[in-house]
């Protein structure tokens, strides 16, 4: 069943046979011409590193991100499912600031860097890096970080195959859509077009 949805790995934060799997998973993993990343705050991501994605993040020479308005409605939505929403929201907007100067600083270093926002409150944590989608559950009521990660490979012998395509199609659909503006910096960094 796993190669049928092309499940390649699981985690589990406090699991270390799962951390040992995750430095497998990305040592193979070389450099991937872009990266993109559907997230709450992309903090995790980009800043902390919590992911250990830093390596495939720096090789790559595109970055695509997508993250929660944290002044829109769906992230009062959200906050409001995980409790107290008033330091939650804090939270929020200081790590979507942390992960937008972290995007303007790979921008500075070279790479093509594309950063939109969208207010519906998440339903998917997805990271896109080449042949790999690293996927999470975070809609209402569901803490990120308690919910376990999944990675799905692309088969190139039958594409269509497994979820690896329909999550990254997901991605696409959103990253198009024209109600999701795109974030322009009007400082003397800005992130490119």
């Known amino acids: 069943m796993n190669r049928l949805v092309s499940l390649v790995h699981v985690r589990q934060?406090?699991?270390?046979?799962?951390?040992?799997?995750?430095?497998?998973?990305?040592?193979?993993?070389?450099?991937?011409?872009?990266?993109s990343v559907m997230s709450v705050t992309g903090y995790d991501t980009f800043v902390s590193g919590r992911r250990k994605?830093?390596?495939?993040?720096?090789?790559?020479?595109?970055?695509?991100?997508?993250?929660?308005?944290?002044?829109?409605?769906?992230?009062?939505?959200?906050?409001?499912?995980?409790?107290d929403p008033v330091p939650l929201l804090e939270t929020y907007c200081k790590e979507t600031a942390a992960t937008i100067e972290r995007l303007v600083s790979l921008a500075s270093a070279g790479k093509k860097v594309t950063l939109k926002f969208y207010d519906d409150p998440p339903?998917?944590?997805?990271?896109?890096?080449?042949?790999?989608?690293?996927?999470?559950?975070?809609?209402?009521?569901?803490?990120l970080k308690s919910q376990p990660e999944y990675v799905f490979a692309?088969?190139?012998?039958?594409?269509?195959?497994?979820?690896?395509?329909?999550?990254?199609?997901?991605?696409?659909?959103?990253?198009?859509?024209?109600?999701?503006?795109?974030?322009?910096?009007?400082?003397?960094t800005d992130l490119p077009q």
């Open 123 to 143: 339903f998917w944590n997805l990271i896109v890096t080449g042949e790999y989608v690293w996927v999470q559950y975070c809609h209402d009521g569901h803490e």
């Open 53 to 83: 994605l830093n390596r495939v993040i720096d090789h790559s020479h595109e970055l695509r991100a997508m993250l929660m308005n944290p002044y829109g409605a769906g992230a009062m939505r959200r906050v409001q499912s995980l409790g």
């Open 13 to 35: 934060e406090d699991d270390r046979r799962s951390r040992w799997a995750d430095r497998k998973l990305l040592d193979r993993i070389t450099r991937t011409p872009d990266v």
């Open 154 to 188: 692309v088969d190139r012998d039958k594409p269509t195959l497994g979820l690896f395509s329909a999550f990254y199609v997901h991605f696409l659909n959103q990253w198009g859509n024209p109600q999701h503006p795109e974030y322009v910096r009007h400082a003397r």
